[in-house]
């Protein structure tokens, strides 16, 4: 019943953007803070951005500027506008739900080509 289901991911040029969705459903979605993540091939999954139930955000240094985070309580959804992407940007992107326990999507791949 618990489910995270992530879209949006896809094949982009260096330079444009992208949008990735996740929709949580089995959760009291409002009280959970939703990141994002993102594993790139023999790497370790790392966190690209986080919201908090109460809306503060954080990003990973790396992204700063470019992504911004969102979520929409009323449809259970959490948001990553992804802008000026660059190649070291393609990894597989995860959605990930905690509050004092964790759930995961099953990820979404973005590839930014040169």
């Known amino acids: 019943q618990v489910q995270l289901v992530e879209s949006g991911g896809g094949l982009v040029q260096a330079g444009g953007s992208l949008r990735l969705s996740c929709a949580a459903s089995?959760?009291?979605?409002?009280?959970?803070?939703m990141g994002w993540y993102r594993q790139a091939p023999g790497k370790q999954r790392e966190l690209v951005a986080r919201i908090a139930a109460d809306g503060s955000t954080n990003y990973a240094d790396s992204v700063k500027g470019r992504f911004t985070i969102s979520r929409d309580n009323a449809k259970n959804t959490v948001y990553l506008q992804m802008n000026s992407l660059k190649p070291e940007d393609t990894a597989v992107y995860y959605c990930?739900?905690?509050?004092?326990?964790?759930?995961w999507g099953q990820g979404t791949l973005v590839t930014v080509s040169s």
């Open positions: 990930n739900a905690r509050e004092n326990w964790e759930v």
């Open positions: 089995g959760i009291i979605f409002s009280i959970y803070t």
